[in-house]
């Protein structure tokens, strides 16, 4: 890890910027470390407590256990930016260079998290220029989910996104805003205020940054009377009358060092009754940077999604029966982009069928292990 690239100590004041800092090399390091131990410390901590309660008492409410899971899901969530940040600053990622719409992808983003924002409160307002950039596409995806846990996690009202173009040199940017201090706590007019808030600078800001970084893009934060406006700028991007895109130099860290997790950021849901699939699965899937979850039954799956879906869905044949297909047509109503991937009990490869306009890959139990992770790269690449 290059410990030059780590943040500098978020009590300090650093100028006016977000991103300077005074700080040597290995006391950014500690200070990277002690945040991530306090972020992971407090949610933990409720979710002691309530575990406590619940071995004294033998009761506990629908509301409390959700947010028992939500508690270990959050401290979970900031455990896998912490490597993702790690494997960032150690620059052994390759990325593929496509063009994709940046518009498209970040309404897509939105509307597979759209469940979690209604539960959430939180009103999400919409100024999108069609846009298309040169970037990775899973670096793209794992960026936006991250920009969107940041927001999620600071927004006291409402958040506006906004795409347009930088008419010269060509740029699309992405700017989200958001108040993230309640207008009933704003100090008093011509009271002081910090130069720098440095209560934004969790542990998804700084894998948010790190993402940014690696893919070339440039950032810009600014924050005022408890409102913050952060913008991504692409320099690579596709416009109309221009032929020549400015070439950016990526560290892919040899041959020998491949991005060996292409869907970091994605959220798989496995529903299996098995527990011999369920660690097929997991030792699968586990090189591959994703957030897996796992469910035993068809209506345990109804509970988890009911606050927001995954990006895809593996699930056994043997649980695919009527409850489960009138479950899957009001999810790709409302998330058309949801992947599913049945684990069959027969079959040597990967087979895609599309039948009735839902479209399924199909894998055998004998060949998880050669088999899943294509099977997601190709469900998840067009369209999940």
């Known amino acids: 890890m290059d410990l030059n690239d780590l943040p500098a100590d978020p009590g300090k004041p650093q100028g006016g910027s977000v991103f300077a800092g005074d700080l040597r090399p290995d006391d950014a390091f500690r200070e990277l470390v002690g945040q991530l131990g306090r972020e992971v410390a407090a949610p933990l901590a409720s979710a002691l407590e309530r575990l406590n309660a619940f071995a004294t008492t033998g009761r506990i409410d629908r509301s409390g256990l959700r947010a028992l899971r939500d508690e270990i899901d959050w401290a979970r969530r900031i455990g896998l930016s912490a490597q993702q940040i790690s494997r960032f600053a150690s620059g052994r990622v390759r990325q593929t260079q496509e063009r994709l719409n940046l518009t498209q992808t970040l309404r897509d983003a939105l509307t597979q998290r759209s469940r979690e924002t209604a539960a959430r409160g939180i009103d999400l307002r919409q100024d999108l220029k069609t846009a298309e950039v040169i970037v990775d596409a899973s670096m793209l995806a794992a960026l936006l989910q991250t920009l969107l846990d940041w927001s999620f996690e600071h927004a006291r009202s409402h958040i506006e996104f906004r795409i347009d173009l930088k008419t010269w040199p060509v740029h699309a940017r992405l700017a989200c805003r958001f108040a993230y201090v309640p207008v009933d706590e704003l100090p008093a ?87 011999e699939t369920r660690n097929s699965v997991r030792e699968t899937l586990r090189p591959m940077g994703l957030m897996l979850d796992y469910v035993g039954t068809v209506d345990e799956a109804r509970e988890f999604c009911s606050s927001g879906l995954p990006h895809a869905i593996v699930y056994e044949a043997a649980l695919a029966g ?41 894998v055998g139990r004998d060949v998880i292990a050669s088999a899943l992770p294509n099977a997601l790269i190709f469900e998840l690449a067009n369209g999940g």
């Open 189 to 275: 007019p011509g009271s002081a205020a910090p130069a720098v808030d440095t209560k934004l600078d969790t542990i998804p800001w700084q894998l948010l940054r790190h993402l940014a970084k690696t893919m070339g893009l440039l950032v810009q934060r600014t924050q005022s009377d408890g409102s913050t406006r952060l913008t991504l700028e692409f320099p690579r991007t596709v416009a109309e009358g221009v032929t020549k895109l400015a070439p950016l130099e990526f560290d892919d860290g040899g041959a020998a060092s491949p991005n060996s997790q292409p869907m970091v950021g994605r959220h798989v849901l496995v529903i299996s009754g098995r527990r």
């Open 322 to 362: 009527e409850n489960f297909q009138k479950l899957r047509t009001d999810w790709n109503r409302e998330v058309p982009t949801l992947a599913f991937i049945e684990i069959s009990e027969q079959g040597r490869e990967l087979e895609v069928s599309d039948l009735g306009g839902h479209r399924t890959s199909r």
